[in-house]
């Protein structure tokens, strides 16, 4: 399939974040090289159904804006849990007002929503980096569409110039010059056939390259981080994330 094929197949959803992006700073809290396996964390997240592949980004508590990411696939096989992390720990940046629960979650709060989400697409304004995600490769006439007054493309991502919502109530993609460079898009209240997304909730939630400081409401990792996640995440494992206070985990 082509690329221009490719981004007229897919539809998408984005976030807007706060500064240009600081490159080339320490990725990785600690490799996981080779993976640990036996893992305990993923036993505690309660809403994976047959997802075999996680990222789990956790924080210290509600209000925090910084915290951690990692990556986690369960093995048959393998002894004890079956788990084992395979990428990370990772620094991460969330909303700059912090964490909320997803079904609380504002439009234009700052806050992240916390909860547990489908990973289904991504996209970025560099070419695809070897994801098997579905990928849209973006230029200058994408956006995400986030106008109230257009419920129909509410929390899309949109193709061609303005059409159907206006330019100030959406993310002109190619502004966030780094930030978007990858993206993967974060499953939160994302329209599907026959119901469209809550204009209240917001929208345009990634995980995404790191700017320089708190995001406004998406997840964020430095862009070594962002290429090999999504180099790891494979659709057959119906890869999701996990995002939440330590405490809160049991209940995202």
């Not at 990785?28 to 036993?43: E, G, K, N």
């Not at 504002?106 to 909860?115: L, S």
């Not at 190619?174 to 917001?202: C, D, E, K, M, T």
């Not at 390259?209 to 659709?235: E, K, W």
Request: proline share 8%; with cysteine.
């Amino acid at each position: 399939m082509t690329a221009i094929t490719a981004r007229r197949a897919i539809g998408l959803a984005a976030c807007s974040v706060l500064a240009a992006g600081l490159l080339g700073a320490p990725t990785a809290l600690a490799a996981a090289s080779p993976p640990a396996c036996d893992q305990t964390l993923p036993t505690r997240l309660t809403h994976l159904g047959d997802s075999t592949q996680v990222v789990v980004a956790t924080a210290a508590g509600w209000g925090s804006t910084a915290g951690t990411v990692q990556v986690f696939e369960k093995r048959s096989g393998t002894p004890g849990t079956g788990w084992c992390l395979v990428l990370g720990p990772y620094r991460s940046r969330y909303g700059w007002a912090g964490l909320v629960p997803g079904t609380k979650r504002r439009k234009d709060t700052g806050t992240t929503p916390a909860g547990t989400y489908a990973l289904p697409k991504a996209f970025g304004l560099d070419p695809n980096p070897g994801t098997a995600l579905p990928y849209i490769h973006s230029d200058g006439n994408d956006y995400w569409a986030l106008d109230p007054k257009y419920p129909w493309t509410f929390n899309t991502y949109r193709f061609n110039g303005v059409h159907g919502f206006r330019a100030s109530q959406a993310e002109h993609i190619a502004h966030f010059s780094v930030q978007y460079r990858y993206a993967a898009v974060i499953g939160f209240n994302l329209p599907s056939p026959g119901h469209r997304a809550n204009r209240v909730r917001g929208g345009a939630i990634f995980l995404h390259v790191n700017g320089s400081g708190a995001t406004a409401g998406c997840v964020s990792v430095y862009q070594s981080a962002m290429v090999a996640i999504l180099r790891r995440l494979d659709p057959a494992r119906h890869p999701m994330i996990v995002i939440s206070p330590m405490s809160w985990l049991a209940s995202a």
